[in-house]
Protein backbone atom coordinates (compact mmCIF):
# COMPACT_ATOMS: atom_id res chain seq x y z
CA UNK A 1 0.00 0.00 0.00
CA UNK A 2 1.18 3.61 -1.00
CA UNK A 3 1.90 5.80 1.77
CA UNK A 4 -0.57 8.26 0.65
CA UNK A 5 -3.37 5.54 0.92
CA UNK A 6 -1.79 4.44 4.38
CA UNK A 7 -1.94 8.56 5.46
CA UNK A 8 -5.51 8.60 4.00
CA UNK A 9 -6.20 5.54 5.84
CA UNK A 10 -4.94 6.38 9.64
CA UNK A 11 -7.27 9.72 9.01
CA UNK A 12 -10.38 7.39 8.21
CA UNK A 13 -9.91 4.90 11.10
CA UNK A 14 -8.93 7.90 13.40
CA UNK A 15 -12.53 9.43 12.67
CA UNK A 16 -14.12 5.57 12.83
CA UNK A 17 -12.32 4.43 16.31
CA UNK A 18 -12.76 7.74 17.53
CA UNK A 19 -11.14 8.86 21.52
CA UNK A 20 -11.60 5.88 23.91
CA UNK A 21 -11.39 8.43 26.69
CA UNK A 22 -9.43 6.17 28.94
CA UNK A 23 -6.81 8.72 29.64
CA UNK A 24 -6.93 8.88 33.52
CA UNK A 25 -7.84 12.74 33.57
CA UNK A 26 -11.64 11.80 34.57
CA UNK A 27 -9.42 10.42 37.96
CA UNK A 28 -8.21 13.55 38.76
CA UNK A 29 -10.53 16.01 40.38
CA UNK A 30 -9.84 19.40 41.62
CA UNK A 31 -10.80 21.16 45.09
CA UNK A 32 -13.53 23.59 44.97
CA UNK A 33 -11.88 27.07 46.57
CA UNK A 34 -14.92 29.49 47.50
CA UNK A 35 -12.57 32.23 48.02
CA UNK A 36 -10.08 31.79 45.41
CA UNK A 37 -10.22 35.97 45.44
CA UNK A 38 -9.24 36.78 42.22
CA UNK A 39 -11.07 38.52 39.63
CA UNK A 40 -11.28 37.36 35.44
CA UNK A 41 -9.71 40.05 34.51
CA UNK A 42 -6.82 39.16 36.07
CA UNK A 43 -6.03 35.94 33.99
CA UNK A 44 -3.64 35.65 31.79
CA UNK A 45 -3.35 32.03 29.96
CA UNK A 46 -0.27 33.25 27.52
CA UNK A 47 2.45 30.71 26.67
CA UNK A 48 5.93 31.89 26.31
CA UNK A 49 7.81 29.47 25.14
CA UNK A 50 11.26 29.55 22.36
CA UNK A 51 10.92 33.04 21.61
CA UNK A 52 7.20 32.83 20.67
CA UNK A 53 4.14 33.97 21.96
CA UNK A 54 0.90 31.40 22.24
CA UNK A 55 -2.41 33.25 22.77
CA UNK A 56 -3.47 30.20 24.96
CA UNK A 57 -2.08 26.72 26.45
CA UNK A 58 -3.16 24.68 23.39
CA UNK A 59 -1.78 23.48 19.97
CA UNK A 60 -2.97 21.56 17.21
CA UNK A 61 -0.84 18.19 17.29
CA UNK A 62 0.24 16.21 14.32
CA UNK A 63 -1.53 14.59 11.78
CA UNK A 64 -2.00 14.56 8.40
CA UNK A 65 1.16 13.93 6.13
CA UNK A 66 2.27 11.86 2.91
CA UNK A 67 0.96 13.92 0.36
CA UNK A 68 -2.35 14.09 -1.58
CA UNK A 69 -4.84 16.83 -2.23
CA UNK A 70 -7.15 15.20 1.02
CA UNK A 71 -4.55 15.83 3.56
CA UNK A 72 -3.14 19.04 2.16
CA UNK A 73 -6.95 20.65 2.19
CA UNK A 74 -7.01 19.35 5.72
CA UNK A 75 -3.56 20.66 6.50
CA UNK A 76 -4.54 23.91 5.12
CA UNK A 77 -7.87 24.02 7.21
CA UNK A 78 -6.00 22.70 10.62
CA UNK A 79 -3.21 26.32 9.43
CA UNK A 80 -6.37 28.57 9.72
CA UNK A 81 -7.73 27.16 12.62
CA UNK A 82 -4.64 27.49 14.64
CA UNK A 83 -3.94 30.94 13.39
CA UNK A 84 -7.38 32.32 14.34
CA UNK A 85 -6.82 30.94 17.51
CA UNK A 86 -3.18 32.72 17.66
CA UNK A 87 -1.92 28.95 19.08
CA UNK A 88 0.79 26.90 17.48
CA UNK A 89 -0.25 23.47 14.65
CA UNK A 90 2.24 21.05 13.78
CA UNK A 91 2.44 19.00 10.41
CA UNK A 92 2.15 15.43 9.97
CA UNK A 93 5.21 13.24 9.45
CA UNK A 94 7.42 15.19 6.56
CA UNK A 95 9.48 11.66 6.01
CA UNK A 96 7.38 11.55 2.50
CA UNK A 97 8.39 14.98 1.48
CA UNK A 98 12.12 14.98 2.50
CA UNK A 99 11.72 11.83 0.14
CA UNK A 100 10.23 13.20 -2.41
CA UNK A 101 10.43 17.03 -2.77
CA UNK A 102 7.39 16.98 -4.89
CA UNK A 103 5.12 16.09 -2.08
CA UNK A 104 6.14 19.32 -0.13
CA UNK A 105 3.62 21.33 -0.99
CA UNK A 106 1.13 19.24 1.33
CA UNK A 107 3.22 20.77 4.07
CA UNK A 108 3.99 24.14 2.67
CA UNK A 109 0.50 25.21 2.49
CA UNK A 110 0.28 25.41 6.84
CA UNK A 111 2.94 28.11 6.29
CA UNK A 112 1.24 29.64 3.47
CA UNK A 113 -2.41 29.65 5.48
CA UNK A 114 -0.75 30.80 8.76
CA UNK A 115 2.31 33.05 7.57
CA UNK A 116 3.05 34.82 11.15
CA UNK A 117 1.88 31.52 13.10
CA UNK A 118 3.77 29.47 15.13
CA UNK A 119 3.93 26.28 12.99
CA UNK A 120 6.14 22.90 14.07
CA UNK A 121 7.58 20.54 11.79
CA UNK A 122 7.65 16.53 12.03
CA UNK A 123 9.69 13.62 11.75
CA UNK A 124 10.23 10.35 12.64
CA UNK A 125 12.20 8.27 15.08
CA UNK A 126 14.13 6.81 11.83
CA UNK A 127 15.00 10.55 10.70
CA UNK A 128 18.79 11.60 10.55
CA UNK A 129 20.00 15.34 10.78
CA UNK A 130 19.88 15.76 7.10
CA UNK A 131 16.12 14.91 7.09
CA UNK A 132 15.30 16.98 10.37
CA UNK A 133 17.00 20.16 8.32
CA UNK A 134 14.86 19.80 5.80
CA UNK A 135 12.11 19.76 7.50
CA UNK A 136 12.47 22.80 9.26
CA UNK A 137 13.35 24.53 6.08
CA UNK A 138 10.44 23.01 4.23
CA UNK A 139 8.34 25.19 6.64
CA UNK A 140 10.08 27.38 8.08
CA UNK A 141 9.79 25.70 11.36
CA UNK A 142 9.19 27.19 14.91
CA UNK A 143 10.12 23.59 16.88
CA UNK A 144 10.44 20.29 15.04
CA UNK A 145 8.14 17.39 16.27
CA UNK A 146 10.42 13.99 16.30
CA UNK A 147 7.60 11.06 17.20
CA UNK A 148 8.34 8.17 19.02
CA UNK A 149 6.29 5.49 17.70
CA UNK A 150 7.30 1.99 18.03
CA UNK A 151 4.15 0.49 19.13
CA UNK A 152 2.48 1.42 15.67
CA UNK A 153 5.56 0.31 13.82
CA UNK A 154 5.80 -3.39 15.14
CA UNK A 155 1.99 -3.92 13.90
CA UNK A 156 2.51 -1.98 10.73
CA UNK A 157 3.20 -5.11 8.23
CA UNK A 158 5.13 -3.06 6.71
CA UNK A 159 6.52 -0.72 9.63
CA UNK A 160 10.34 -0.98 11.55
CA UNK A 161 11.63 -3.52 13.46
CA UNK A 162 15.16 -2.28 14.19
CA UNK A 163 14.89 0.17 17.22
CA UNK A 164 18.55 0.61 17.67
CA UNK A 165 20.28 3.95 17.15
CA UNK A 166 17.35 6.21 17.90
CA UNK A 167 19.13 8.08 20.97
CA UNK A 168 21.95 8.81 19.10
CA UNK A 169 20.27 10.16 16.30
CA UNK A 170 18.33 12.21 18.56
CA UNK A 171 20.93 13.49 20.02
CA UNK A 172 23.31 14.51 16.83
CA UNK A 173 20.18 16.54 15.64
CA UNK A 174 19.04 18.58 19.13
CA UNK A 175 23.25 19.82 18.31
CA UNK A 176 22.66 20.63 14.62
CA UNK A 177 18.89 22.07 13.95
CA UNK A 178 19.01 25.75 15.52
CA UNK A 179 15.22 24.98 16.51
CA UNK A 180 13.89 23.50 19.56
CA UNK A 181 13.64 19.82 19.23
CA UNK A 182 10.08 18.49 20.96
CA UNK A 183 10.38 14.64 21.11
CA UNK A 184 6.69 13.20 20.65
CA UNK A 185 4.80 9.72 21.97
CA UNK A 186 1.49 9.26 19.30
CA UNK A 187 -0.42 7.95 22.43
CA UNK A 188 1.74 5.14 24.47
CA UNK A 189 3.20 7.60 26.48
CA UNK A 190 6.78 8.92 28.18
CA UNK A 191 7.82 7.00 31.02
CA UNK A 192 10.67 8.73 33.69
CA UNK A 193 12.52 6.90 32.36
CA UNK A 194 12.46 7.97 28.55
CA UNK A 195 12.33 11.70 30.05
CA UNK A 196 15.43 11.36 31.91
CA UNK A 197 17.05 9.72 28.18
CA UNK A 198 15.55 12.79 26.47
CA UNK A 199 17.02 15.21 28.36
CA UNK A 200 20.28 13.33 28.84
CA UNK A 201 20.12 13.74 24.85
CA UNK A 202 19.94 17.33 24.75
CA UNK A 203 16.06 17.75 23.62
CA UNK A 204 14.69 21.10 24.67
CA UNK A 205 10.44 19.51 25.29
CA UNK A 206 8.45 16.37 25.51
CA UNK A 207 5.08 15.71 24.19
CA UNK A 208 3.81 12.93 26.74
CA UNK A 209 1.28 12.03 24.33
CA UNK A 210 -0.43 8.97 26.46
CA UNK A 211 -2.73 6.47 25.96
CA UNK A 212 -6.52 6.84 26.10
CA UNK A 213 -6.49 9.69 23.03
CA UNK A 214 -6.53 8.19 19.34
CA UNK A 215 -5.70 4.65 19.53
CA UNK A 216 -2.69 3.70 16.52
CA UNK A 217 -2.76 0.23 18.01
CA UNK A 218 -6.27 -0.18 16.84
CA UNK A 219 -6.15 1.62 14.13
CA UNK A 220 -3.06 -0.39 12.90
CA UNK A 221 -5.26 -3.47 13.81
CA UNK A 222 -7.97 -2.36 11.71
CA UNK A 223 -5.55 -2.82 8.56
CA UNK A 224 -3.85 -6.26 9.73
CA UNK A 225 -5.59 -10.04 9.12
CA UNK A 226 -4.93 -10.86 12.44
CA UNK A 227 -5.10 -8.12 15.17
CA UNK A 228 -2.08 -8.02 17.85
CA UNK A 229 -4.97 -7.10 20.35
CA UNK A 230 -2.85 -6.79 23.30
CA UNK A 231 -1.57 -3.62 21.97
CA UNK A 232 -4.77 -2.09 22.10
CA UNK A 233 -4.63 -1.84 25.95
CA UNK A 234 -0.62 -1.35 25.68
CA UNK A 235 0.76 2.46 27.53
CA UNK A 236 0.88 4.94 29.75
CA UNK A 237 -2.29 6.91 30.41
CA UNK A 238 -2.12 9.98 29.26
CA UNK A 239 -2.75 11.65 33.15
CA UNK A 240 0.47 9.61 34.45
CA UNK A 241 2.70 10.19 31.70
CA UNK A 242 2.10 13.58 32.38
CA UNK A 243 3.84 13.13 35.57
CA UNK A 244 6.67 11.12 34.37
CA UNK A 245 7.92 13.15 31.57
CA UNK A 246 7.47 16.30 33.87
CA UNK A 247 9.50 14.41 36.31
CA UNK A 248 12.69 16.08 34.25
CA UNK A 249 13.54 19.47 33.93
CA UNK A 250 12.17 20.12 30.21
CA UNK A 251 11.78 24.10 29.09
CA UNK A 252 8.04 22.87 28.50
CA UNK A 253 6.29 19.37 29.00
CA UNK A 254 2.79 19.12 26.87
CA UNK A 255 0.14 17.05 27.52
CA UNK A 256 -1.91 14.96 24.88
CA UNK A 257 -3.73 11.79 24.20
CA UNK A 258 -7.62 12.31 24.17
CA UNK A 259 -7.82 16.31 24.89
CA UNK A 260 -11.25 17.31 24.29
CA UNK A 261 -12.26 19.79 26.79
CA UNK A 262 -10.66 22.49 28.53
CA UNK A 263 -11.42 20.83 31.75
CA UNK A 264 -8.90 17.81 30.11
CA UNK A 265 -6.69 20.41 29.98
CA UNK A 266 -6.97 21.97 33.02
CA UNK A 267 -6.29 19.22 34.37
CA UNK A 268 -3.36 18.28 33.07
CA UNK A 269 -1.83 21.54 33.50
CA UNK A 270 -2.73 20.49 36.85
CA UNK A 271 -0.55 17.44 36.91
CA UNK A 272 3.00 19.71 35.47
CA UNK A 273 1.42 20.22 31.33
CA UNK A 274 2.83 23.98 30.62
CA UNK A 275 0.11 23.27 27.57
CA UNK A 276 -2.33 20.62 25.15
CA UNK A 277 -2.19 19.15 22.13
CA UNK A 278 -5.10 18.27 20.40
CA UNK A 279 -5.26 16.23 17.14
CA UNK A 280 -8.81 13.67 17.02
CA UNK A 281 -10.66 16.48 18.43
CA UNK A 282 -9.46 18.98 16.02
CA UNK A 283 -9.60 16.77 13.00
CA UNK A 284 -12.94 15.47 13.48
CA UNK A 285 -13.99 19.38 13.47
CA UNK A 286 -11.94 20.56 10.63
CA UNK A 287 -13.35 17.23 8.51
CA UNK A 288 -17.10 17.35 9.28
CA UNK A 289 -17.36 20.91 9.40
CA UNK A 290 -14.79 22.70 8.60
CA UNK A 291 -12.00 24.93 9.86
CA UNK A 292 -14.45 27.82 11.42
CA UNK A 293 -15.85 25.04 13.57
CA UNK A 294 -12.56 23.92 15.09
CA UNK A 295 -11.71 27.76 15.59
CA UNK A 296 -14.69 28.39 16.89
CA UNK A 297 -14.20 25.39 19.43
CA UNK A 298 -10.82 26.77 20.54
CA UNK A 299 -12.53 29.85 21.32
CA UNK A 300 -15.07 28.45 23.68
CA UNK A 301 -12.21 26.21 25.41
CA UNK A 302 -10.01 29.37 25.96
CA UNK A 303 -13.98 31.05 27.87
CA UNK A 304 -14.15 28.35 29.09
CA UNK A 305 -10.45 27.92 31.12
CA UNK A 306 -10.69 31.67 31.98
CA UNK A 307 -13.73 29.99 34.05
CA UNK A 308 -11.41 27.60 35.70
CA UNK A 309 -8.67 29.73 36.39
CA UNK A 310 -10.84 32.45 38.20
CA UNK A 311 -12.62 29.40 40.28
CA UNK A 312 -9.55 28.08 41.20
CA UNK A 313 -7.67 31.42 41.57
CA UNK A 314 -4.86 30.62 38.63
CA UNK A 315 -3.80 34.00 37.25
CA UNK A 316 -1.11 32.30 35.14
CA UNK A 317 0.60 29.51 33.74
CA UNK A 318 2.70 28.77 36.63
CA UNK A 319 0.44 29.02 38.97
CA UNK A 320 -1.38 25.79 38.76
CA UNK A 321 0.93 24.26 40.76
CA UNK A 322 -0.83 25.59 43.91
CA UNK A 323 -3.69 24.11 43.09
CA UNK A 324 -5.11 21.47 45.39
CA UNK A 325 -6.35 18.10 43.25
CA UNK A 326 -7.44 14.63 44.54
CA UNK A 327 -6.10 11.67 42.30
CA UNK A 328 -8.15 8.30 42.86
CA UNK A 329 -8.10 4.77 40.85
CA UNK A 330 -5.67 3.46 38.58
CA UNK A 331 -3.82 6.72 38.57
CA UNK A 332 -3.26 7.08 42.01
CA UNK A 333 -2.46 3.46 42.01
CA UNK A 334 -0.02 4.21 38.95
CA UNK A 335 2.01 7.24 40.50
CA UNK A 336 2.32 5.73 44.18
CA UNK A 337 3.64 2.49 42.54
CA UNK A 338 6.01 4.46 40.41
CA UNK A 339 7.11 6.65 43.79
CA UNK A 340 5.56 9.97 42.60
CA UNK A 341 3.16 10.06 45.88
C1 LIG B 1 -1.61 11.38 14.16
N1 LIG B 1 -0.51 11.53 14.99
C2 LIG B 1 0.73 11.78 14.41
N2 LIG B 1 1.79 12.13 15.19
C3 LIG B 1 2.99 12.43 14.64
O1 LIG B 1 3.90 12.80 15.39
N3 LIG B 1 3.17 12.35 13.29
C4 LIG B 1 2.17 11.99 12.44
O2 LIG B 1 2.36 11.94 11.22
C5 LIG B 1 0.90 11.68 13.01
N4 LIG B 1 -0.16 11.29 12.22
C6 LIG B 1 -1.43 11.22 12.75
C7 LIG B 1 -2.53 11.04 11.92
C8 LIG B 1 -3.82 11.04 12.44
C9 LIG B 1 -4.98 10.87 11.52
C10 LIG B 1 -4.01 11.23 13.84
C11 LIG B 1 -5.40 11.27 14.45
C12 LIG B 1 -2.93 11.38 14.67
C13 LIG B 1 -0.62 11.43 16.47
C14 LIG B 1 -1.09 12.71 17.14
O3 LIG B 1 -0.20 13.77 16.96
C15 LIG B 1 -1.31 12.48 18.65
O4 LIG B 1 -0.07 12.19 19.26
C16 LIG B 1 -2.28 11.34 18.95
O5 LIG B 1 -3.31 11.33 18.00
C17 LIG B 1 -2.92 11.47 20.33
O6 LIG B 1 -3.64 12.68 20.45
P1 LIG B 1 -5.26 12.77 20.33
O7 LIG B 1 -5.62 12.43 18.90
O8 LIG B 1 -5.84 11.80 21.29
O9 LIG B 1 -5.56 14.21 20.64
Avoid at 2 to 16: C, G, M, P, V
Amino acid sequence: MSRELRKQDHINHALQTGQSGRHGLDQVQFVHQSLAGIGEQEIDMKVDWADRRWEAPFYINAMTGGGGQKTKEINGALAKAAGAAGIPVAVGSQMAAVKDPGQADTFAVVRRENPDGIVFGNIGMDAGVEEALRAVEMIEADALQIHLNPVQEMIMPEGDRDFTGVLERLTTICRNVDVPVIVKEVGFGISMETAALLKEAGVNAVDAGGRGGTNFAEIENLRRERPVSFLNEWGIPTSVSIVEAASQSFSLVTAAGGIRSSLDAAKSYALGAGACGMAGHMLKLVTEQGWEAAAEELGEMKKELRTIMTLLGVRNMNEWKNTKILITGETAEWLKLRGFS
